[in-house]
């Protein structure tokens, strides 16, 4: 990464972090009055810092940049840790999930996706190789299937504690598209059972 980009970057850091107070007020969960219907759900994931001097503060840093891509955060789960799946031998990993407010379409919210990821200079190399930021989208209100190449909801996410155990942390009554609530797919969860909020 340039570093211009670098300095950008982490003044992005320092701006979430003094706003730290006013963006945990979203952080803490979904208000009674939000359709779980329509919750449009984005996993964060990292194990490799990169230019940044932690995975927080790169996960960070992406969640401050997803405004200017036009998503908005309605609310976020802490940061939850795990070593790495499949290769525990791997930097362990630092995951999240928000749930966003878009007028994009999947696809068009995919390509946002993939710019944010670019940016913070995500590597697409061997399958699992460790990654600087990692964005999937989980699930787009109740759309369910192949959509000219893009398969929601996100087709292993219901196996995976690291991105069940956030969903139920800030949203637990959310039903995934095939079934099964948020809180009891995180307990039977099977791939990163020892994923846990830091």
Known sequence: ????????????VEAVERDEKSDRAVALGIDDGFDLNDAVIVALGCNDKGAWSSCTKALEAA???????GIDVVARSSWWASQAWPDP?????????VIVHTEHDPHA???ALGRIEDAF??????RNAPRTLDLDLIAYGRLSGDLQ?????HPRAAERRFVMGPIAEIAPRWVHPHGGAASDLAASASVGADARPT
Do not use: C, T, Y
């Open 109 to 111: 919210l995919m390509a």
């Open 149 to 153: 190449g893009l398969i929601l909801p």
């Open 89 to 97: 031998h791997d930097p362990a990993f630092l995951n999240g999930v």
């Open 121 to 126: 200079g995500r590597e697409r190399s061997v």
């Open 63 to 69: 969640l401050a940049r997803f405004r200017s891509e």
């Open 1 to 12: 990464m340039k570093i211009a980009s670098r300095s950008v970057g982490l003044n992005m």
